[in-house]
DNA sequence: CGAGATGTTCGGCT
DNA sequence: AAGCCGAACATCTC
């Protein structure tokens, strides 16, 4: 599930624990979801750290305990974070879990793409501080995308989308719900693509970030009815716009939906 | 039971 | 040589 909009509803679930300190550790430190990170440092240094605040961005999160430690987290295709009952027990796939007095906060991922990296210092850690500029920003102009898109000319542009130092964030559905409000085929090859509808991407891709994280970040609600979102999962699904079939083909290593009457 | 799943990374090929 | 593609990662669900 996790793109941008569902990481920033995740992250916030933790805010359960906030304020409160850490009084002991479970993980499961052998899994690769730790790669990279020093587990023994990490379940010795957390008991004793209160969670201070955290932020989202893209699809990572990073939590800020007190002591300078820092937790990142990436859900990968099946990460969640939840929050338990102080004397919750964890099963297979709740690989960290973070007790405090009155709640667990829990970190399950079943097919373990996911990731948890931990840090130690005053400062926020490179990984953290290096992400790319966001599709949000104000300084993210219809001239880098179409810088972008000149430098992948050979690439389809769904692929491009879904290039996360480009659009950090996107996913595989928002991907073809840019594509879709565009109305460009995704199998288009980048370099094909002239100035105004580079243009019309940037603001589509802006558009559909900004909405995602107006809705399904606040309560997971579903976006907007009238979305290609509902339509996308169902074999029955027909493009919002003229009620036509969809096609369905993989691009960019994705399965990718859309419709060929609209998008060209 | 086989296929596919909302993500990333690596190795190999062009 | 940069850039593109497919496979691999591990498990669950339809």
């Known amino acids: 599930m996790p793109e ?3 990481v920033e509803y995740y992250r916030k679930v933790w805010d359960g624990g906030l304020r409160r300190t850490i009084t002991r550790v479970a993980l499961h430190g052998e899994k690769r979801l730790f790669r990279g990170a020093d587990v023994a440092r990490l379940a010795e240094q957390m008991p004793g750290a209160k969670l201070l605040g955290s932020e989202a961005r893209a699809k990572q999160m990073l939590f800020r305990f007190s002591l ?22 964890p099963s297979r796939h709740d690989h960290l879990v973070l007790f405090q007095k009155r709640h667990a906060l829990v970190f399950s991922d079943p097919r373990m793409f996911g990731r948890v990296l931990f840090h130690e210092g005053r400062a926020a850690p490179a990984w953290w501080t290096a992400l790319p500029l966001a599709v949000t920003a104000p300084e993210f102009t219809p001239d880098l995308v179409q810088a972008f898109l000149a430098r992948r000319a050979r690439l389809a542009v769904k692929a491009a989308l879904l290039v996360q130092s480009a659009f950090p964030g996107v996913g595989n559905w928002m991907a073809d719900e840019i594509l879709w409000r565009a109305k460009i085929a995704p199998a288009a090859l980048c370099g094909t693509l002239t100035k105004a509808r580079a243009a019309t991407l940037w603001r589509e891709a802006r558009e559909v970030c900004a909405v995602s994280l107006a809705t399904v970040a606040v309560d997971f609600s579903d976006p907007p009815d009238d979305w290609f979102y509902h339509q996308r999962w169902t074999a029955t699904g027909r493009c919002p716009r003229d009620g036509g079939p969809l096609r369905t083909a993989t691009i960019g290593g994705r399965t990718t939906r859309w419709c060929p009457r609209c998008q060209r």
């Open 68 to 89: 300078d430690l820092w937790l990142g987290v990436h859900l990968g295709m099946t990460g969640k974070l939840r929050v338990e009952p102080p004397d919750f027990v």
């Open 4 to 6: 941008l909009a569902e």
